[in-house]
């Protein structure tokens, strides 16, 4: 058996990042929104700053450490997440090219109980398509998902080097957001992933875009 063990606000997400790196699979998250005080903890930093930050803190996992599935490991460890006490609810979600994301779908509402939420890619939405850069199409994403719910989404940490300097033609007609993201990754070799990070202190979503750490 493979035991792994996260200690973070955001615990699946580290965890992703050290499968990327012992099994090579290149998995997507999205935070779902941490409004509740129960799924927030304050945090001291530079400069005696108080900041908010998801409130999450150890969670471990065990799998096969013989030949183990990408889609039933991480299945396994989704439920496991989603019995423990850390914030959020996910589901695993597969792409048309056979990829995986995690997708919150729920998180702690003001009454304490765990409600329901709908993923903001999951936003049908209109742009048009015409040639652009990466960088633009992404900023024009967020914008059409920000105007429709009046949740600020924001472009964050990328490879902007290149991005900037690539372009696509993407867009269509009430089209889901996260398809839109998708086929504009999908024109970069590296075969980039995200994370879409909610911010309690703004209340907004930030995506970062990152390159693979291995290919």
Same mark, same amino acid.
């Given at each position: 058996?493979?035991?792994?063990?996260?200690?973070?606000?955001?615990?699946?997400?580290?965890?992703?990042?050290?499968?990327?790196?012992?099994?090579?699979?290149?998995?997507?998250?999205?935070?779902?929104?941490?409004?509740?005080? $129960?799924? *927030?903890?304050?945090? /001291?930093?530079?400069?005696? #700053?108080?900041?908010?930050? +998801?409130?999450?803190?150890?969670?471990?996992?065990?799998?096969?450490?013989?030949?183990?599935?990408?889609?039933?490991?991480?299945?396994?460890?989704?439920?496991?997440?989603?019995?423990?006490?850390?914030?959020?609810r996910f589901e695993v979600k597969k792409t048309a090219q056979g990829t995986?994301?995690?997708?919150?779908?729920?998180?702690?509402?003001?009454?304490?109980?765990?409600?329901?939420?709908?993923?903001?890619?999951?936003?049908?939405?209109?742009?048009?398509?015409?040639?652009?850069?990466?960088?633009?199409?992404?900023?024009?994403?967020? $914008?059409? *998902?920000?105007?429709? /719910?009046?949740?600020?989404? #924001?472009?964050?940490?990328? +490879?902007?080097?290149?991005?900037?300097?690539?372009?696509?033609?993407?867009?269509?007609?009430?089209?889901?957001?996260?398809?839109?993201l998708l086929q504009s990754l999908a024109e970069v070799r590296t075969h980039p992933y995200w994370?879409?990070?909610?911010?309690?202190?703004?209340?907004?979503?930030?995506?970062?875009?990152?390159?693979?750490?291995?290919?």
């Open positions: 058996m493979v035991h792994i063990t996260a200690n973070s606000p955001r615990p699946l997400a580290q965890i992703l990042d050290a499968l990327q790196v012992k099994y090579k699979w290149i998995v997507s998250y999205e935070d779902p929104q941490f409004t509740s005080q $129960q799924d *927030i903890v304050t945090v /001291t930093g530079a400069g005696d #700053t108080q900041m908010q930050l +998801p409130s999450g803190g150890s969670f471990s996992a065990d799998f096969s450490a013989a030949a183990p599935d990408e889609e039933k490991t991480l299945r396994s460890m989704v439920d496991s997440y989603n019995h423990s006490k850390n914030p959020g995986f994301y995690l997708v919150g779908t729920a998180a702690t509402d003001d009454k304490g109980h765990i409600s329901p939420q709908q993923a903001v890619f999951d936003l049908p939405i209109t742009v048009p398509a015409e040639d652009r850069t990466i960088t633009e199409t992404l900023n024009l994403i967020c $914008q059409e *998902i920000s105007n429709h /719910t009046h949740i600020q989404v #924001t472009v964050g940490v990328t +490879p902007r080097s290149l991005l900037d300097h690539t372009n696509v033609k993407v867009g269509g007609n009430a089209v889901a957001a996260r398809d839109l994370r879409l990070l909610f911010d309690p202190n703004s209340k907004g979503y930030y995506l970062d875009i990152h390159s693979p750490r291995v290919q």
